[in-house]
Antibody, heavy 119, light 110 residues
């Protein structure tokens, strides 16, 4: 059974960098035809794809966030990570990591982690 | 890209059928057969219920079905049950290596 678990600070100050890690078990990040994605959901709102990374290392970013986002993968630890720089209050959301099959579907999700941007 | 349009809420009585619409444009829903639907309980992660417009993952009840007409995709839940009360989100590939989600629909079982 594939499982994903997000980790990182729950509180980030404005203008600082949000850093999250997703640890994957039950599947190898470095093999298979999967993308590994970060999404977020502000309270009471819809979901938003932030970025995704393929097993080969190729990446896709949401155009509106691209200048502030970096996604990376550490196959030795079976983890992938998200960095979002210069955060503002509007970046407050529940952040999810997920496994993605092409553009077909997000089939396995982490439980989510609430990140609040506040001084 | 703009979010897909979903009704804020849909309700029905147990045993009834309900349909949730997801309206996009000819650049996303209308141009690709890559709409997926997700069920989300409060405080929980989303779960895929339908993918590629009408396919069901293993383990998902056949009471859930998906379809598309033009720029609008739909999720139908037949034989509505109390456990179906949740939020439902649609998602479509939008070209240029991006995807777009809907605003979400709250389903209430009366």
């Amino acid at each position: 059974q594939v499982q994903l678990q997000e980790s990182g600070p729950g509180l980030v100050k404005p203008s600082e960098t949000l850093s999250l890690t997703c640890t994957v078990s039950g599947a190898s990040i470095g093999s298979g035809s999967y993308y590994w994605s970060w999404l977020r959901q502000p309270a009471g709102k819809g979901l938003e794809l932030i970025a995704r990374i393929y097993t080969s290392g190729s990446t896709d970013y949401d155009p509106s966030l691209k200048s502030r986002v970096t996604i990376s993968v550490d196959t030795s630890k079976n983890q992938f990570s998200l960095k979002l720089s210069s955060v503002i209050a509007a970046d407050t959301a529940v952040y999810y990591c997920a496994r993605t099959l092409g553009w077909s579907r997000f089939d396995y999700w982490g439980q989510g982690i609430l990140v609040t941007v506040s001084s | 890209q703009s979010a897909l349009t979903q009704p804020a809420s849909v309700s029905g009585s147990p045993g009834q059928s309900i349909t949730i619409s997801c309206t996009g444009t000819s650049s996303d829903v209308g141009n690709y057969n890559l709409v997926s639907w997700y069920q989300q309980y409060p405080g929980k992660a989303p779960k895929v219920m339908i993918y590629e417009g009408s396919k069901r993952p293993p383990g998902v009840s056949d009471r859930f079905s998906g379809s598309k007409s033009g720029n609008t995709a739909s999720l139908t839940i037949s034989g509505l049950q109390a456990e179906d009360e949740a939020d439902y989100h649609c998602c479509s590939y939008a070209g240029r290596s991006t995807c777009v989600f809907g605003s979400g629909t709250k389903v209430t079982v009366l």
